[in-house]
Structure formats: structure tokens, C-alpha cells
Antibody, heavy 116, light 109 residues
């Protein structure tokens, strides 16, 4: 059974940093592109970032470019999102998801709240 | 950036009725790269349709997808009580790569 389990969310002050992680199991993690997708409270889904299977290629939404960094450790079957210079508008549930052109498996999400 | 516009914003229907959801793209989207998701309150999004018309594993055949170019449709042939949810379309293409529509809520009339 495919499982994606996010961790690392919490309350952080504006301008602060946070690192999210996503532990994967039940599939060959090293062969899959991975993504972060977020959803602000009561709002829709927004794609945040992607990383290819070996970590050599990454892309970001304009809203997080230069502030967020996606990475992965294939030996640990873990995906990461380093978030810095956080803003109130980054408040959301952050999901990790697997897939290429679409997202076939999703984690349960971790809530990030940016507030003073 | 390709913008996806979903309509209507809310669809009020009764169980057993047919639901037709629209997703319009600001530029042409390859049919191979158009997907639909279902999200129920408090739950994780679930992949329904990929490649515009292929059902994901375990998705009932009352769900179908169609369309090409800039116009895509998700049809639910006969609504079951568990189908009342928010539905999102999503595309993969040119920079930044992946975008979602704003969602259509299918609610019980």
C-alpha cells in the first residue's frame, strides 16, 4: 500500500523558516517525480514545487520561488520542503504527492500557520 | 502560465441526476496532461481522471472525462450520495508546469 506521511508543520512567525518532510513507502520512491501542493483554509489546490526522480531537476511556483527549496533523499525515501521568509499567505495545508503530469498519490497533509 | 477556469462554481443537483462540470483553459492543453480530482470535506484530494478521459484505479464508471484543446468536461452520469464534493481540474504544460482550476462544488439540492 502506498503511503505518504508528511511532518514538520506548525506555527511560525512571519519571516521565519520551517522544513517539511514526507516519508514514502509502498512504492519505488526513487523512480517517481514528487511534488508539494498546498491548500489555504477554505481555498483551492495550488501546486508549489516539483522534483524529478533523482533530484537533478526542480521547479517552483512563482509565489514561492527563491524562498522555498525542494529536495529528496532517495536512500531514506523522504521528500523535503525547506521554507524560508514565510508570509501570512503561505498559511495552508501542505500535501506531498507523487506523479508526473498528474498526482496519483497524496499524503494526509501538514498544516503550516504563519502568524505573529 | 495556463489558467484553468471551472464552471459553474457551484452545481446544485439531486442524487440520481447527471452532473456536467466544465474546465476551460486559457491556452491549448494536451489531452494527455489534463486530470480531474475529487475532494470531500476534510479529506485528501483523490485522482479521478487522467489523460482527459482515463479513469484512475478504482474509480466507478459513472465518472467520465472528455474534451480536447481548451475545453474539457467531467461528467457524473448518476450522482450517488458520496459524489457530493468539490472537483478540480489540473493541467501539466509549460512554465510553471502544473496548475489547478479553482474548483466546482457539487452540492445536494
Amino acid at each position: 500500500e502506498v503511503q505518504l506521511v508528511e511532518a514538520g508543520g506548525g506555527l511560525v512567525q512571519p519571516g521565519g523558516s520551517l522544513r517539511l518532510s514526507c516519508a514514502a513507502s509502498g512504492f519505488t520512491f526513487s523512480r517517481n517525480w514528487m511534488h508539494w501542493v498546498r491548500q489555504a483554509p477554505g481555498k483551492g489546490l495550488v501546486w508549489v514545487s516539483h522534483i524529478n526522480n533523482d533530484g537533478s531537476s526542480t521547479t517552483y511556483a512563482d509565489s514561492v520561488k527563491g524562498r522555498f527549496t525542494i529536495s529528496r533523499d532517495n536512500a531514506k525515501n523522504t521528500l523535503y520542503l525547506q521554507m524560508s521568509s514565510l508570509r501570512a499567505e503561505d498559511t495552508a495545508v501542505y500535501y506531498c504527492a507523487s506523479g508526473g503530469s498528474y498526482f496519483d498519490y497524496w499524503g494526509q497533509g501538514t498544516l503550516v500557520t504563519v502568524s505573529s | 502560465e495556463i489558467v484553468l477556469t471551472q464552471s459553474p462554481g457551484t452545481l446544485s443537483l439531486s442524487p440520481g441526476e447527471r452532473a456536467t462540470l466544465s474546465c476551460r483553459a486559457s491556452q491549448s492543453v494536451s489531452s494527455s496532461y489534463l486530470a480531474w480530482y475529487q475532494q470531500k470535506p476534510g479529506q485528501v484530494p483523490r485522482l479521478l481522471i487522467y489523460g482527459a478521459s482515463s479513469r484512475a484505479t478504482g474509480i466507478p464508471d459513472r465518472f467520465s472525462g472528455s474534451g480536447s484543446g481548451t475545453d474539457f468536461t467531467l461528467t457524473i452520469s448518476r450522482l450517488e450520495p458520496e459524489d457530493f464534493a468539490v472537483y478540480y481540474c489540473q493541467q501539466y504544460g509549460s512554465s510553471p508546469g502544473w496548475t489547478f482550476g479553482q474548483g466546482t462544488k457539487v452540492e445536494i439540492k
